[in-house]
T-cell receptor
Framework: GESVGLHLPTLSVQEGDNSIINCAYSNSASDYFIWYKQESGKGPQFIIDIRSNMDKRQGQRVTVLLNKTVKHLSLQIAATQPGDSAVYFC??????????FGQGTRLTINP | NAGVTQTPKFQVLKTGQSMTLQCAQDMNHEYMSWYRQDPGMGLRLIHYSVGAGITDQGEVPNGYNVSRSTTEDFPLRLLSAAPSQTSVYFC?????????????FGSGTRLTVV
């Protein structure tokens, strides 16, 4: 079936470097693509979203890029900090407000 | 603080027992959903509701029932617990359809079925 998937399960970066987390999707009918951050023992926390008719959206230290041609989504985190350590999920909204999640990427920050 | 409240936070059940996971939100959100998260996997949709009195099935509905008698509450019932239902359960709510950032998640219920 259709799914939202991630390229890599883990990512390690040096503190202060930029992080890039990737995601592939297969459903072209989604309204929004969303990135969530999940810290240990907590529920997913919204980071940033992008509407399907956009290519790029920026937030505070984060940028989401959407490439509809190759059905690829990425999350860029600038100047990665220890507090950014978490599992990051991409997700998409489908009709009737269904939210479909990918598998997740664990981001580890090295001092 | 406004948000999604889930109870209990932890629960251990014996195979065959039934129980209800509670979820309440105070944001007047129309849309509410239940997800389960297994180790190494993303969240999978169990059931969802687009308003009071309306519910529908998600990806993995078997073994679970829901009802939505009020806007605020969306309980999830396990009819006869099985070890395969050992998981972390999250409830989420959203204010409108087709929005991206409108989903708010609870802190989860960690369920173990022995």
């Amino acid at each position: 079936g259709e799914s939202v998937g991630l390229h890599l399960p883990t990512l390690s970066v040096q503190e202060g470097d930029n992080s890039i987390i990737n995601c592939a999707y297969s459903n072209s009918a989604s309204d929004y693509f969303i990135w969530y951050k999940q810290e240990s023992g907590k529920g997913p926390q919204f980071i940033i979203d992008i509407r399907s008719n956009m290519d790029k959206r920026q937030g505070q230290r984060v940028t989401v890029l959407l490439n509809k041609t190759v059905k690829h989504l990425s999350l860029q985190i600038a100047a990665t900090q220890p507090g950014d350590s978490a599992v990051y999920f991409c997700a998409e909204t489908r009709p009737a407000q269904k939210l479909v999640f990918g598998q997740g990427t664990r981001l580890t920050i090295n001092p | 603080n406004a948000g999604v409240t889930q109870t209990p936070k932890f629960q251990v059940l014996k195979t065959g027992q039934s129980m209800t996971l509670q979820c309440a939100q105070d944001m007047n959100h129309e849309y509410m959903s239940w997800y389960r998260q297994d180790p190494g996997m993303g969240l999978r949709l169990i059931h969802y509701s687009v308003g009071a009195g309306i519910t529908d099935q998600g990806e993995v509905p078997n073994g679970y029932n829901v009802s939505r008698s009020t806007t605020e509450d969306f309980p999830l019932r396990l009819l006869s617990a099985a070890p395969s239902q050992t998981s972390v359960y999250f409830c989420a709510s959203s204010y409108s359809q087709g929005q991206g950032g409108g989903y708010t998640f609870g802190s989860g219920t960690r369920l173990t079925v022995v």
